[in-house]
């Protein structure tokens, strides 16, 4: 057996790969990548098949934030570009959100800036989440919103919430290096209520803030030991106008091996692509597609994304099957398909990164 079949068979045991092992997926070679991302569609085949996952967000109240994360243009003393707005109305929610339904979303997720909701915040989102649910029963809605208080988790559990987003974006002892007004623990601390209000915890990372290997796998351990049913991957987009605009660290082939490493780390999570996808994987996209078996469809918080079609057709061409969907294409074998490339001669393409103009808080249709 090579090193690669020990990792996928202890993965697919669900048994935790030691520190090496892990270390050793984010340091493989290029020769080696497209055996990488064969070991680990085995994991991702045995737990989800080749459903794809679609999930659509939402931002209903963008920016205006007092916290200092470093790599979000939503931050206090942000000079990003980016729209800002407070509170949409509910009817304006509903009209974005049934815009992700009708391209085959099945989970919404309603985000909202802040450091954490008041309790009147909560009331008006879980309306928002109650309005949505009487029309869409079998959608799933996750929420968004920030550090928790007491009582607030089971609130929006009761008003219907399926699901309850908050990153640990980073390894503990390097969380100081990207915030200084909340701090690890309270992260951490917020998933774990979550999960104890019954709602299915959504937790991932952030790829690309100038962390090592070692922090990679750092807050992978880290989410594992919390079992998150959500695992989103996002890749940092650096904005123009926050502390992290300069950060072009990440390849295609690095982003691929980040994704291996938490698929193996996370097995039977729902392991998402998420923001930053477009702009770090670029063509090799849709073999992210092998590892990962969900991802966010359209637009992001602050973001454009590729159109919806181009996903929906992306999924297709690659032979995966829309989760929900009735129909889908037979599929195709990982084996053989071929890529090429080095981690080196990373160039700033701020031309790629898109500020959002379109969908919640502006008067354009949402890409959907």
């Not at 709602?199 to 351990?221: H, K, Q, R, Y």
């Not at 996209?285 to 590892?291: D, E």
Request: proline letters at 4%.
């Amino acid at each position: 057996m090579t090193w690669l079949d020990v990792v996928a068979e202890k993965s697919l045991a669900d048994e935790a790969l030691t520190r090496d092992e892990a270390l050793a997926v984010l340091g493989s070679g290029d020769d080696e990548l497209m055996d990488v991302v064969a070991a680990a569609f085995r994991v991702r085949l045995k737990y989800f098949g080749r459903r794809v996952k679609l999930n659509y967000l939402v931002n209903i109240k963008s920016g205006l934030c007092p916290e200092d994360c470093f790599y979000c243009s939503q931050r206090a003393g942000s000079a990003a570009d980016v729209l800002k707005y407070t509170w949409l109305k509910p009817a304006e929610v509903l009209e974005n959100a049934e815009a992700g339904v009708a391209a085959g979303a099945r989970r919404v997720c309603m985000v909202a800036s802040g450091r954490g909701p008041t309790n009147r915040d909560i009331s008006r989102v879980s309306g928002m989440i109650s309005a949505f649910k009487e029309r869409h029963p079998d959608v799933e809605v996750c929420a968004c919103l920030g550090l928790l208080s007491s009582g607030q988790a089971e609130a929006l559990a009761e008003a219907g919430t399926t699901a309850y987003n908050h990153n640990l974006n980073t390894a503990p002892e390097r969380y100081e290096d990207i915030c200084s007004t909340h701090s690890f623990a309270d992260r951490a601390s917020t998933v774990s209520a979550a999960k104890e209000a019954g709602l299915s915890p959504c937790s991932g990372l952030i790829a690309g803030m100038g962390e090592t290997d070692e922090d990679l796998v750092s807050v992978a351990f880290a989410l594992r030991s919390l079992r998150p049913d959500s695992v989103p991957v996002n890749f940092l987009i650096p904005f123009e106008g926050t502390p992290l605009a300069g950060q072009w660290s990440l390849t295609p082939q690095k982003c691929l091996r980040i994704l291996a490493m938490v698929r193996f780390m996370c097995p039977s999570a729902e392991v998402r692509l998420a923001g930053g996808r477009e702009i770090h994987l670029r063509s090799l996209q849709p073999l992210a597609l092998h590892i990962v078996n969900s991802i966010f469809l359209g637009d992001y918080l602050t973001s454009e994304g590729q159109a919806g079609s181009k996903d929906l057709e992306m999924i297709a061409d690659a032979g995966f099957v829309v989760e929900g969907a009735d129909t889908g294409s037979e599929g195709l074998d990982v084996e053989g398909a071929g890529v090429e490339g080095a981690d080196t001669g990373v160039e700033a393409r701020y031309d790629l990164v898109q500020v959002r103009r379109r969908g919640a808080g502006t008067d354009l249709p949402a890409n959907a």
